[in-house]
């Protein structure tokens, strides 16, 4: 789909605050970004959506709250973007407010928007899909490290999912007062359902942070707008854009966009990286198990500056199990490649042709077999269907014949 880069604002969020100190700010009619919120049942409990201030005006003894605008986002159909946004500055009489005192943080709320001259606007789900956001506040005694997924030391940051290609990482730069927290971070493994989840805490629980000053988010998140067929704004019915051939959400009247699978798209190249070595009888110990591993160490290994491939794949029981490769008898540059998916195939090297050669997955070394040698080191075959030329490199015949590239009718299986 041919479409426009589209600017987004990134997450609007909105910090819903206890007056630990100072003014009180707005603490009575303020209302909740994102309207109400609905608890499941406790467990064995009674009345919970009652008992639990979801309002949060409602809260005991009051509450104010601040709003703060990440960085803008910009984004095309299909792609995801997962990057640490800069930071910014909490508002200047919040920092004020709170400077050398803790703030006690009650719950957040967020939102995201597209900013116009007629004030903000919600982006719908079914335009950007939020995967997850990870975020951070500092205070005065701390800062934030930009850090890279390839920096040392950033391993230690992964949560089990990855890293982003850029991070920010609060550090605490000088001791705080009373033991206070120099940093915090707000989450909730939050996915599309992020507006309407509810992100406070019980009455008596807080997460303090001392002179708060800045904060940073991660997002990931997913652009699937069809531009042609649309709305971007409220009210919008979800129609599917382009997908990736292997995706498997509905075709017809579909409540989700199949890019929400994470599918593998035909744009990415995999480069497999492993070593491998060839065997002329019996079974790999550890074989080859998908075809794009099997073309991908075939044209690896096999290729020399003249060979040309095909590659095939299928379930015959009447070839080895794995990846294989024969020379074609006719032409001395072609190597037939074939992946096998059928396991139980019987059929083992050296069965029913000249020679079977296999590779394996092992990190082994290459090297010439049964006398053969590379060319030009004057090594000599018994007999010239022995001849193993994994590269084609020319041996010769007891007794000084040239016997050139032997290649006809022989099995050579990765």
């Not at 997450?11 to 819903?16: D, P, V």
């Not at 597209?114 to 079914?126: A, E, F, L, N």
């Not at 794995?322 to 008898?329: E, L, N, R």
């Amino acid at each position: 789909m041919a479409a426009p880069s589209t600017v987004l604002a990134a997450a609007l969020l909105a910090m819903s605050a206890a007056a630990a100190a100072g003014s009180p700010g707005r603490r009575s009619g303020m209302e909740n970004m994102n309207g109400d919120y609905l608890l499941t049942q406790t467990p064995g409990g009674h009345d919970t959506q009652a008992k639990f201030p979801t309002q949060y005006s409602e809260y005991p003894g009051g509450a104010s709250s601040f709003d703060l605008y990440s960085p803008m986002i910009s984004q095309l159909y299909s792609q995801v973007f997962w990057k640490g946004l800069p930071p910014v500055d909490l508002p200047a009489d919040i920092i004020k407010r709170f400077d050398g005192k803790g703030m006690a943080v009650i719950g957040f709320e967020m939102d995201q928007v597209r900013r116009t001259d007629s004030g903000d606007v919600s982006v719908p789900i079914s335009v950007v899909y939020n995967h997850h956001f990870e975020s951070n506040m500092i205070g005065k005694h701390a800062s934030f490290k930009r850090m890279t997924h390839d920096d040392p030391g950033a391993k230690m940051h992964d949560m089990g999912h990855g890293l982003p290609p850029e991070f920010y990482v609060p550090q605490q730069t000088s001791p705080t007062s009373n033991g206070m927290p120099a940093s915090q971070s707000f989450g909730g493994a939050n996915g599309g359902e992020y507006r309407k989840s509810f992100h406070g805490y019980a009455p008596g629980f807080a997460q303090v942070i001392q002179s708060p000053t800045a904060f940073s988010i991660t997002p990931m998140q997913i652009d699937t707008w069809n531009r042609d067929k649309m709305n971007l704004s409220h009210p919008t019915k979800f129609v599917p854009g382009p997908l990736p051939r292997n995706s498997a959400a509905p075709t017809e009247n579909p409540l989700y966009s199949g890019m929400l699978e994470c599918p593998t798209t035909t744009r990415i190249r995999k480069d497999i990286q492993s070593s491998y070595v060839t065997i002329s009888s019996g079974a790999c110990a550890n074989v080859i198990d998908t075809a794009s591993e099997c073309f991908a160490a075939a044209k690896t290994t096999l290729s020399d500056a003249s060979n040309n491939f095909t590659f095939t794949s299928g379930s015959d029981a009447t070839r080895p199990a794995g990846c294989s490769a024969v020379g074609d008898a006719s032409d001395d540059i072609l190597v037939h490649v074939y992946f096998n998916s059928q396991k139980s195939a019987a059929v083992t090297c050296g069965a029913g042709a000249q020679l079977i050669v296999w590779q394996c997955s092992f990190a082994c070394e290459v090297v010439c077999q049964l006398g053969c040698a590379h060319r030009g080191c004057h090594h000599y075959c018994d007999r010239a269907e022995q001849c193993v030329v994994w590269s084609w490199f020319q041996c010769e015949q007891d007794g000084g014949r040239r016997l050139g590239h032997h290649r006809g009718g022989l099995w050579q299986g990765l």
